[in-house]
């Protein structure tokens, strides 16, 4: 089974700058003086409740740094939505690496698992309703390209990757410029492809939409709101809604008839997925 993950993110340099930050300038203490140069471990690593999984061949690269030779089968395909007991990826190699390797491999694991699996309950949320579920730059810094990834195999779509694939003109840069139209209106000189303008009142729209905005994101607009704009916008571009979305108000706001449902709490909140690793002596 081939795992390779199709990012723009440079792994190798991750796994070392991590690695380096665990081992500091004496390496692993523990492991070099308790465990013998020439055991061997055999690893099961495995998922102790109900997720989606996420990470795994990030996962290998960290004990293949410590261990090029160790024997690593992973077991489940990234986006598998898995029960709780499911063994993920089994390890047979030098005890010492494995050791050094364990807690960086499950902090990402865990992380990167906890966001798909956070996901993945809000798009089943609004499944069947036609909208689709966004994630945001709520992200930890240096880790976007990760919880992106982490959020599309829970199901979500990704909104911006950062500030350059997209204008969104909110609040602030309205009011430095004067109004919606004139903030757009530069967006729109500027020969911007994707512009994106956010809305807090009905009565933005349509100054919006004149002046040139491709999207619409309606911010902390109740419900009745929310039909609102989809009437007034009438499908001319999508419409977005953002702001205090939770699990419970999801499926309400995606029968508005929204296209678009952004959720920062998928990267900023997501709790970490509890998995764990057993050993046994090979």
């Not at 003086?33 to 061949?57: C, E, H, K, N």
């Not at 004990?63 to 047979?92: K, Q, W, Y």
């Not at 607009?221 to 999508?238: F, I, S, T």
Request: charged share 20%; net charge negative.
């Amino acid at each position: 089974m081939t795992h390779v993950l199709q990012i723009d993110f440079d792994i190798d340099s991750f796994v070392r700058a991590t690695l380096a930050e665990d081992l500091g300038s004496g390496g692993d203490i523990t492991s070099l003086s308790v465990i013998p140069a020439d055991a061997r471990f055999d690893g099961v690593m495995q998922s102790r409740d109900a997720i989606t999984v996420a990470g795994l061949p990030i996962a290998e690269a960290f004990f293949r740094a410590l261990d090029s030779n160790m024997t690593i089968e992973i077991l489940v395909e990234e986006g598998t939505a898995v029960p709780a007991g499911s063994e993920l990826m089994r390890l047979s190699g030098a005890a010492r690496a494995m050791l050094t390797a364990e807690r960086s491999a499950l902090n990402t694991v865990q992380h990167l698992s906890g966001v798909a699996t956070l996901a993945r309950t809000y798009v089943d949320a609004i499944a069947g309703t036609g909208a689709t579920l966004l994630d945001t730059r709520k992200t930890i810094p240096g880790l976007r390209q990760l919880e992106k990834y982490a959020t599309r195999m829970g199901g979500a779509t990704n909104h911006r990757m950062g500030l350059w694939d997209a204008a969104m003109i909110k609040d602030n840069h309205v009011a430095v410029a004067g109004s919606v139209e004139a903030a757009v209106g530069r967006a729109v000189a500027a020969k911007i492809e994707n512009i994106i303008v956010e809305v807090d009142h009905i009565d933005q729209i349509t100054p919006a939409l004149n002046a040139g905005a491709t999207h619409l994101l309606c911010d902390n607009m109740n419900n009745d709101q929310l039909h609102e704009a989809v009437a007034l916008v009438g499908g001319r571009v999508p419409v977005e809604a953002s702001g205090g979305v939770r699990l419970d108000s999801i499926r309400a706001i995606a029968e508005t008839g929204v296209n678009f449902i952004s959720v920062g709490r998928l990267t900023q909140s997501a709790p970490a997925a509890d998995i764990g690793l057993d050993f046994a002596v090979a």
